[in-house]
């Protein structure tokens, strides 16, 4: 700022050197005012891109934290869906294994069964064989009989 002052000179009153020295004096003190305003709008231009920059910084944290968030989040996700996929794999593998250890027995018992039946049946045609005989044997002493009483009794 230029400080401009005036020196009163010869050819002025007192009047209008003291309205003169007035005029200065408020001159000079709404100069240092609007210095001060100045100061004041710089010191509060400073503060709020203080606060911009705050408050940037503290978007971008945010987000950063929200990132890392989401990454740990994907990777306790994935890691649940490959112990899961394991667990079903094992499941699987102990199904696959229970129905092989379960398979042999099974075809034992069916062999076994298979045996039984041919053995039943060979032992019922036995059977059936042993009664059509006796059956026939019966009828032909049956038969004799007959004949033997038929030719006592003359008939």
Same mark, same amino acid.
């Given at each position: 700022?230029?400080?401009?002052?005036?020196?009163? #000179?010869?050819?002025?009153?007192?009047?209008? #050197?003291?309205?003169?020295?007035?005029?200065?004096?408020? @001159? &000079?003190?709404?100069?240092?005012? @609007?210095?001060?305003?100045?100061?004041?709008?710089?010191?509060?231009?400073?503060?709020?891109?203080?606060?911009?920059?705050?408050?940037?910084?503290?978007?971008?944290?945010?987000?950063?934290?929200?990132?890392?968030?989401?990454?740990?989040?994907?990777?306790?996700?994935?890691?649940?869906?490959?112990?899961?996929?394991?667990?079903?794999?094992?499941?699987?593998?102990?199904?696959?294994?229970?129905?092989?250890?379960?398979?042999?027995?099974?075809?034992?018992?069916?062999?076994?069964?298979?045996?039984?039946?041919?053995?039943?049946?060979?032992?019922?045609?036995?059977?059936?064989?042993?009664?059509?005989?006796?059956?026939?044997?019966? &009828?032909?002493?049956? #038969?004799?009989?007959?004949?033997?009483?038929?030719?006592?009794?003359?008939?």
């Amino acid at each position: 700022m230029n400080n401009v002052t005036v020196e009163p #000179s010869d050819d002025l009153t007192p009047i209008e #050197s003291d309205a003169l020295f007035q005029a200065q004096t408020e @001159i &000079r003190h709404l100069k240092n005012t @609007i210095g001060a305003v100045r100061t004041e709008l710089e010191a509060t231009q400073a503060d709020r891109a203080a606060a911009v920059q705050a408050a940037v910084a503290a978007s971008r944290d945010e987000v950063r934290q929200l990132q890392q968030t989401i990454q740990a989040l994907r990777d306790e996700l994935q890691a649940m869906l490959a112990s899961k996929s394991e667990a079903v794999q094992a499941a699987v593998a102990a199904g696959h294994d229970e129905k092989l250890q379960l398979q042999a027995p099974v075809a034992a018992l069916r062999a076994e069964r298979e045996e039984k039946m041919f053995l039943n049946a060979d032992a019922l045609e036995k059977q059936k064989q042993a009664a059509n005989d006796e059956l026939r044997q019966l &009828r032909e002493t049956i #038969s004799t009989l007959r004949t033997e009483l038929e030719t006592k009794h003359g008939r």
